[in-house]
């Protein structure tokens, strides 16, 4: 019984594990980790921190990644940021299998409760995704919700 088997028994921890290219680009950057077995996000270091744009605060990980084909990596703030006075200002950012650039964060400055340089700053989750092939109908199919958009299913 391998040491996985013994932590825990969920399959999606058996399975394969994807090989993804990554490359520092900076001495002190930090390879991402999962912090607790089962986690879905990858923790993603701060190296620097950039304020040179006015009403933001950007963090550099020194991290490039390589992303294979028919995946995508996705950036989520980790859940502390609700403890800080930030933003992230794309909400969840995207890293496309063709991009090569530095993987970096960058918040709206809200106050002075800032990350620090080696603090985790977000989370790396990588996943699939279908190629799409848009059919155009005239109908579609009915359900129970229907066109209730905003609040249509509760508070």
Avoid at 86 to 91: A, R, S
Avoid at 94 to 101: E, L, M, T
Wanted: negative net charge.
């Amino acid at each position: 019984m391998s040491v996985l088997d013994e932590l825990t028994d969920w399959e999606v921890l058996k399975k394969p594990k994807l090989k993804v290219k990554i490359k520092r680009l900076h001495p002190n950057a930090v390879i991402p980790t999962y912090a607790k077995p089962g986690d879905a996000g990858l923790d993603l270091v701060a190296v620097d921190i950039n304020t040179d744009a006015p009403a933001y605060v950007e963090y550099r990980t020194g991290l490039a990644i390589e992303i294979p084909e028919g995946y995508v990596g996705l950036l989520f703030p980790r859940s502390s940021v609700s403890k800080k006075d930030m933003i992230l200002t794309n909400c969840v950012g995207v890293i496309d299998s063709g991009y090569r650039g530095e993987v970096t964060f960058r918040f709206r400055d809200l106050g002075v409760r800032w990350y620090e340089v080696s603090d985790r700053i977000g989370q790396l989750i990588i996943m699939p995704y279908p190629r799409i092939e848009f059919e155009e109908v005239e109908e579609l199919s009915q359900t129970e919700r229907g066109e209730g958009g905003y609040g249509s299913t509760g508070n």
